[in-house]
C-alpha cells in the first residue's frame, strides 16, 4: 500500500507541472495574437492614404458636365467614388453580381455623343479594375497596401474614363465647326 500512495504522490505532482506549464505557455500565445489584432486595427485603409495617392486625377469639363447630366449611371458611379475617396468602400464590397449588373447598366446606357470605341474600352478598364478591388477588399487576410494599390489603380481607371470622355467632347464640338470639303 504504501508504493500507492508514492505513486499517486508522484502523479499528482507530474499533472500539476503540466498544468502550470501549460498555463505559462498560454500567456505568451494570447499577447501575440493581441498584438496582431491590434496590428490589424491600426492599419486600415483611411482618408489620409487615399488622398496621398499620385496620379493625375481629370474632372470633367463645362462641356462634358453637360453631356453625362442625363446618365444617371455614370452620376452614380461618381458619387460612388467620391465615397471611396472617404474611404467608404461599402459600395465596391456589393456582391458581384450586383457590380456587374450596375456596370452593364452603365455601359449600355451611355449618351450617344460619346459612345464611342475608346469610351467603351475605357468603361472595360474600369470594370476590370473595379470587380478586381471587390475580390481584394473581401479578403481579410490580404495586404491592407494591396487593397489601397487596388484602390489607387481604380481611380486611375476612371479618372482615364474622365480624361476620354472630355477628349471626345472636345473633338466633337471641333468637328462641328469643319466645313464639309475638309
Known amino acids: 500500500m ?6 499517486s504522490s508522484k502523479f499528482i505532482y507530474i499533472l500539476s507541472l503540466l498544468f502550470l506549464i501549460s498555463c505559462a505557455d498560454d500567456k505568451p500565445r494570447q499577447k501575440v495574437e493581441d498584438e496582431n489584432s491590434n496590428e490589424q486595427k491600426t492599419e ?11 496620379f493625375n486625377d481629370y474632372i470633367l469639363s463645362d462641356d462634358a458636365k ?11 458611379l461618381s458619387t460612388q467614388i467620391s ?4 474611404a467608404d468602400v461599402t459600395f465596391f464590397t456589393d456582391a458581384k453580381d450586383t457590380l456587374k449588373v450596375f456596370l452593364d447598366s ?6 450617344d455623343n460619346i459612345n464611342t470605341n475608346s469610351i467603351n474600352s475605357r468603361i472595360s478598364v474600369l470594370e476590370t479594375k473595379l470587380l478586381k478591388l471587390n475580390n481584394d477588399l473581401k479578403l481579410d487576410n490580404y495586404a491592407v497596401d494591396n487593397k489601397l494599390k487596388s484602390i489607387k489603380e481604380l481611380l486611375i481607371a476612371n479618372s482615364n474614363l474622365i480624361y ?3 477628349k471626345e467632347i472636345e473633338i466633337k464640338k471641333r468637328d462641328v465647326g469643319r466645313p464639309e470639303g475638309e
Open 83 to 86: 465615397y471611396l475617396r472617404t
Open 44 to 54: 486600415a485603409i483611411t482618408t489620409k492614404a487615399i488622398e496621398n495617392f499620385k
Open 2 to 7: 504504501p508504493e500507492y500512495g508514492v505513486m
Open 164 to 166: 476620354m470622355i472630355n
Open 66 to 76: 453637360n453631356e453625362v447630366t442625363n446618365w444617371s449611371k455614370f452620376q452614380e
Open 106 to 111: 452603365l455601359r449600355v446606357s451611355i449618351p
